[in-house]
């Protein structure tokens, strides 16, 4: 304990050089922890915006992810009820839900144009969608829908080629099961926006039932499990593959492509940036404590001279380092803190980004855990700072010490 109130001290003997380092090791904290809660919480939200577009994961015909098929349901799954209900048996298992994905054209009677279908269960497909769909005019699919009315939502950029309007009738043009066309009109029910241009330009919903009957099957394409926390996905998926090995599975990783992508990128730029502040503590650091053991050369000598070893001289210097990073970190987390909190009560949006329509907000979501490495990288950075500016002059003679001017 008195070394380290001797450390302290010897800090405070140049107060206006300890709070320049304070600062710069405090500023560098705040930076690393600002970028990284940033790119975490961009992490998470396109991992949950993947994991509620795809479900965490998706079972369906062993061949389907892997082959293509020669017709539309060619690898869909059969009887898919019972399967459906032995899943959501699982307690880990919040949502099942059965998907059509099927492709056609769709037509007012003077345009045309492709369409990427979805036909989907309205009862708990909108409910696991939450913000990352947004109805932009109308409403969502009846979950009473009349077999002789059919309904279809489009995305916004398909409704503006064809100047849809709610209430207004189209027609969906696919191949069935057997290789014929088959056509059936639909009413305009919502018109929604996934933020993403190319998937509004071709996206269509409509509910299971419509295009079960458009394609003449009873088949579904896949079922998406959305468990009740994400980070039981490969767990889960480990047991059930082991469990229903003769069906195809897949986890929401597998089709997230943008996440992926995004989180590669600010990887290295992030882990770029967060060298290069280290890198600055620690030169300031060891700025700093060489200063000091320069000015104090005369000093090492006088201690050494009555007694002290030279490792106990270079501790002394590296609690003084310590100090200055303990300190240093206290505020930058302070900081760092304080603008996650004012960032979450200000709400700021942040322009779409690059492919995108939607803007999104500002945030900073700063997990425990690197708070801790945080501190213990920076701590680090300083011990190895203090000690070798501080290990040649400790372990210099006792004369060359004391007659250094």
């Not at 380290?4 to 560098?28: C, D, E, F, M, S």
């Not at 098929?69 to 209900?85: H, Q, R, Y």
């Not at 039932?209 to 009873?218: E, F, G, I, V, Y």
């Amino acid at each position: 304990m008195k070394w380290l109130k001797l450390a302290i001290k010897n800090v405070l003997r140049n107060r206006r050089r300890a709070l320049v380092t304070i600062l710069i090791t405090a500023v560098g904290v705040a930076a690393i922890l600002i970028g990284g809660g940033f790119a975490n919480f961009t992490y998470v939200s396109l991992k949950e915006m993947a994991a509620r577009s795809s479900g965490h994961l998706i079972v369906a015909h062993k061949d389907y992810f892997d082959k293509e098929e020669s017709v539309p349901m060619e690898f869909g799954l059969n009887d898919f009820s019972s399967l459906a209900k032995k899943l959501k048996s699982d307690e880990d298992i919040r949502y099942v839900i059965p998907k059509v994905e099927f492709t056609g054209l769709i037509s007012n009677g003077e345009k045309s144009t492709i369409f990427m279908g979805s036909g989907v269960d309205p009862k708990y497909e909108f409910k696991v969608k939450g913000p990352f769909l947004t109805i932009d005019d109308g409403n969502i699919l009846s979950k009473r829908e009349k077999e002789n009315n059919p309904q279809v939502m489009l995305g916004k950029k398909m409704a503006k080629y064809f100047n849809a309007k709610i209430n207004d009738s189209l027609t969906l043009l696919s191949t069935t099961v057997d290789g014929s066309l088959n056509a059936i009109d639909v009413t305009v029910q919502g018109i929604f926006s996934t933020g993403i241009p190319e998937l509004d330009k071709r996206s269509i919903l409509v509910n299971i039932n419509t295009a079960q009957s458009l394609l003449s099957t009873d088949k579904i394409s896949n079922l998406a499990l959305h468990l009740r926390e994400t980070e039981a996905t490969f767990s889960k998926y480990n047991k059930l593959t082991r469990e229903y090995a003769d069906l195809g599975w897949q986890t929401w990783l597998d089709t997230a492509f943008f996440y992926v992508g995004v989180k590669e990128l600010y990887n290295r730029i992030f882990g770029l940036l967060g060298f290069i502040i280290i890198m600055m503590v620690f030169f300031s650091i060891y700025n700093t404590v060489n200063m000091s053991v320069v000015e104090r050369t005369r000093e090492i000598g006088t201690l050494r001279a009555i007694g002290t070893y030279s490792n106990e001289v270079t501790r002394n210097f590296v609690l003084e380092g310590l100090v200055i990073s303990f300190i240093g970190a206290s505020i930058g987390i302070s900081i760092a803190a304080l603008t996650s909190l004012g960032l979450s009560i200000a709400e700021i949006q942040m322009p779409p980004p690059p492919g995108r329509t939607s803007s999104y907000p500002l945030a900073v979501d700063i997990p425990v855990n690197l708070y801790l490495i945080t501190a213990a990288i920076v701590t680090v950075v300083c011990i190895i700072a203090s000690w070798l500016s501080s290990y040649k002059a400790s372990n210099k003679s006792i004369v060359g010490a004391l007659s250094h001017v």
